[in-house]
């Protein structure tokens, strides 16, 4: 895994996440070849929703839809747990498997752009995480 400074996004963490559910759904994600795959780490925000946010993009509905169920998979195999709730599966342009602690979002390119979640978490340490292509 490799951190990459983004001028948008000055906080960087270089220490490796210690979370199963996040480890298990970066494999998840990088198994079906997930792209530009981000994980926001929010512990130090006051109020924060969750932990962690893991975003990634797929290049179609089949592909967020396989994405997302290897995260599902993955989580389930190593943590025991399953999602504690999830949406977006009707048109798969954004899937959010929500596991209190870490929540997933799995979007097209279109939809990532347009809602822009590293920028409305701006505070959060981010880490670019490096898939094989």
Not at 33 to 44: E, N, S, T
Request: charged residues 25%; aromatic residues 8%.
């Amino acid at each position: 895994m490799h951190q990459h400074n983004i001028v948008s996004m000055p906080k960087k963490s270089n220490k490796k996440i210690q979370n199963k559910t996040v480890q298990a759904a970066l494999e998840g994600i990088l198994s079906k070849k997930g792209k530009q795959v981000v994980v926001l780490d929010m512990q130090k925000i006051p109020n924060a929703i969750s932990s962690f946010f893991i975003i990634c993009q797929g290049t179609s509905r089949p592909h967020t839809t396989a994405i997302t169920d290897a995260v599902e998979e993955f989580v389930k195999k190593e943590t025991g747990n399953n999602a504690w709730h999830k949406e977006g599966f009707e048109n798969a342009e954004w899937i959010l498997i929500d596991y209190a602690d870490v929540v997933v979002h799995v979007f097209q390119e279109t939809n990532r752009k347009h809602y822009k979640l590293e920028e409305l978490w701006a505070d959060a340490e981010i880490q670019h995480i490096e898939s094989e292509d």
